[in-house]
C-alpha cells in the first residue's frame, strides 16, 4: 500500500473516540459532579441559619431579671409581688387597729378625768350649800351669813384658778371687757371704764366670760 492510501484510510474507532472522552471528563471536573461535597460547602447559609434559630440570651416573654441581673420566671416575681402588698395591707390594718384601741383608751381616760374633776368640785362646794342653809334657817338678817358665804365659795373657785376680771377705772380691753354703752364724762379719758355691770373671770388665766362695762368717751 502506498504513502497516499495509508494517508486518506479512516483511522481506529478506538483512536477516534479518545480525544473526544479525555475533554468530557475535562469539563465535567471543570464544572463539578452533583454530588461533589465542595459545591454544596461554597453555599452562604448563614443568614438563613441565624433567622430560623433564636440565641441563647433571645427574650421569650416568660422571664425576667431581677436586681442582681439573674433571670427569674415572670410568674414567680408575680408571686412575689402580691405577697409583698398582702404584707403592707396586713401592716395597715394592724397600725389602723392600734390606732383606734389608742384613740378610745384616750377618750375614756378624759371622761375619767373629767368625771374626777367634777367630783373634786363637787364635794368643795357641798361646805358652800350648807352655809347657804344654815342663813337662810336663821332669824333676823342674814346678810352676815350670806356674804360669809359668798366669800367661802369664791376660794372654792380661787383654788380651782377663777379669777376675777378687773374693770372699774380700767381701760377699756376688747379680750376681756364687753362695752355695752358708752358715757360722755369730761372726768375721764377716752375708753376708761365707769362701770362695771356684770363681773368677769379668768380660769386659769383664760378668759371664760367678759365683764359687761360702761365706756367713757370724750363730748
Known sequence: MSSEERRHEPEPREHREEGPEVESETVEEAQGSPEDPGSVDDVDVSGDSAAEEPGPEADTGDETADEAGNTVPVAEEL??????????LEA????KAEFENARKRQERELARVREMASEKLVTELLPVLDNLDRALESEGDIREGVQATREHFARVLGDEGLAPVASDGQHFDPSVHEAVMSQPSEEHEEGVILQTFERGYLLNGKPIRPAKVVVAHQV
Do not use: Q, S
Not at 408571686?79 to 403592707?88: F, G, L, N, S, T
Not at 395597715?92 to 397600725?95: A, G, H, N, P, V
Open 92 to 95: 395597715l390594718r394592724r397600725l
Open 79 to 88: 408571686e412575689a409581688v402580691r405577697r409583698e402588698r398582702d404584707e403592707y
